[in-house]
């Protein structure tokens, strides 16, 4: 994933939490679809959705701020 039309410190910020919501998406999927226990399942949807909450929230804010993914 490249960020564009930003500069410096935003850019960089940005581009890093993208990227790091993005592992920890991959992550938290993974660990979903491993688990078998029901009170872990539902640690994990959480956990999940609140992932998927952050990542879209960075997408947003990086689209508002004019930033093409």
Same mark, same amino acid.
């Given at each position: 994933?490249? /960020? %564009?039309?930003a $500069?410096? $410190? ?10 790091? @919501? ?6 938290? @999927?993974?660990l979903?679809?491993? /688990? %078998? ?5 539902? !640690?994990? $949807? !959480?956990?999940? /959705?609140a992932?998927? %909450?952050? !990542?879209? !929230?960075?997408? +947003?804010?990086?689209?508002? +701020?004019?930033? $093409? /993914?």
């Amino acid at each position: 994933m490249k /960020l %564009t039309k930003a $500069s410096g $410190s935003e850019y960089d910020f940005l581009l890093q939490s993208i990227q790091s @919501a993005n592992r920890e998406l991959h992550e938290a @999927a993974d660990l979903f679809n491993q /688990l %078998t226990d029901d009170d872990a399942i539902d !640690y994990a $949807s !959480y956990n999940l /959705l609140a992932i998927r %909450t952050k !990542y879209s !929230y960075l997408i +947003k804010l990086a689209k508002e +701020k004019d930033l $093409s /993914l």
